[in-house]
């Protein structure tokens, strides 16, 4: 059976205590490859082992079902569970604990009957108003049981738009737990970032801002200029000779398409390449290449920010501004997770995040 951290006990409890004392909905804040899949399935476990409680794991990409999947059969292999998904080709509804994709189920809440608790991956994700698939899915989620409670899990916990995920009037109200970066590369759970500004940078002041991010055609438009991407190309190439995996994360697909037409036409480098738009299959095999360490580099355009899990990252390249600090996190946080092949994660930043 696996064995919690000292700060995922810490956080286990910390809900407990919440639920318990508390009317409103808790959430729980630790950083990016900090383990908050394990504090999941250890809730998961008790709910339904002490408790005898149906629970609902919600998620929005298929490699966090996944993910969950697997530390559930790690963590409580005593619990049967479901899993609903059209990604994964599973519409599992009447077991005591089902992982399901938002996408898949956002309109089913009366379908998959009553929970007594619906975990949230990656919070951050609920919308603070409006119609979205999350909020719909939950407020039918309630109607179907009152006393339904809902808990978060996040790295973090804030919009860039519109402030701290968590308020009196939202679907979560307070954060019960939050662990730190720092802390937990003091003690050893985190892998250290190493970070370096590229020579070569754009003129950033040109840039508009909406919603809380620069527009992206404009971001495109001003990154894919051709001395940049050689220039960021070649340092790249210069600083990874004695890295394992390179990351690299574009600001537009036209602009990951010439970072890999110039990592193969003047460094005789193959670099994977996934979009939004990369059929599932060719997705899936560039990405378990990548982890097998056959391919050494991999580009992509805001697909990789949450979700992929692959410890052997030991740099990550910025080719990308962004006005937005989750996430600025969430692509370096790619390279926090430990791993024995490495001692720490290069961040290599173009796009004037650092400096």
């Known amino acids: 059976m696996m064995q919690l951290r000292p700060y995922q006990s810490r956080s286990v409890d910390a809900v407990y205590e919440h639920l318990r004392t508390r009317d409103d909905n808790p959430c729980v804040v630790i950083p990016t490859a900090g383990g908050k899949t394990p504090v999941m399935a250890t809730i998961c476990k008790d709910a339904v082992v ?4 149906r629970v609902l794991i919600l998620a929005h990409v298929k490699e966090l079902l996944e993910q969950t999947a697997d530390k559930l059969r790690a963590v409580c292999p005593e619990v049967e569970f479901g899993i609903y998904s059209a990604g994964l080709k599973r519409r599992d509804t009447s077991h005591q604990v089902i992982v399901a994709g938002i996408q898949s189920i956002y309109r089913r809440a009366c379908e998959l009957d009553a929970f007594d608790l619906v975990l949230v991956d990656e919070a951050h994700m609920i919308p603070p108003e409006g119609d979205g698939m999350y909020r719909q899915f939950l407020s039918d989620a309630v109607v179907v049981n009152p006393e339904l409670r809902i808990v978060g899990f996040t790295a973090t916990p804030f919009r860039m738009k519109t402030g701290p995920i968590c308020t009196p009037e939202g679907i979560l109200n307070h954060v019960c737990f939050e662990v730190g970066v720092r802390e937990l590369i003091r003690d050893g759970y985190l892998c250290p970032l190493i970070t370096k500004a590229g020579i070569n940078k754009a003129d950033f002041d040109r840039l508009h801002v909406r919603a809380g991010e620069f ?3 404009e971001v495109e438009d001003l990154m894919d200029d051709q001395r940049l991407v050689e220039s960021a190309c070649e340092e790249t190439v210069g600083y990874t000779a004695d890295r394992q995996s390179v990351l690299i994360f574009a600001s537009g697909v036209r602009h990951g398409g010439h970072i890999v037409d110039v990592l193969r036409s003047r460094h005789g480098i193959e670099a994977g390449f996934v979009t939004g738009e990369t059929p599932i299959a060719e997705r899936d095999e560039t990405l378990a290449r990548f982890k097998a360490g056959d391919l050494k580099y991999l580009v992509n355009v805001n697909v990789l920010t949450t ?5 052997n990252i030991d740099c990550v390249a910025l080719l990308r501004p962004t006005n937005s600090p989750g996430l600025y996190y969430q692509m ?4 926090f997770r430990l791993d024995p092949s490495k001692d720490n ?3 290599l930043d173009f796009g004037g995040n650092i400096l």
Request: net charge neutral; hydrophobic share 40%; proline share 5%.
């Open 50 to 53: 002490r408790w005898n409680g």
């Open 215 to 217: 527009v992206a055609d």
């Open 307 to 311: 979700g992929f899990d692959a410890p």
């Open 332 to 335: 370096v946080g790619r390279g």
């Open 345 to 347: 994660c290069l961040v």
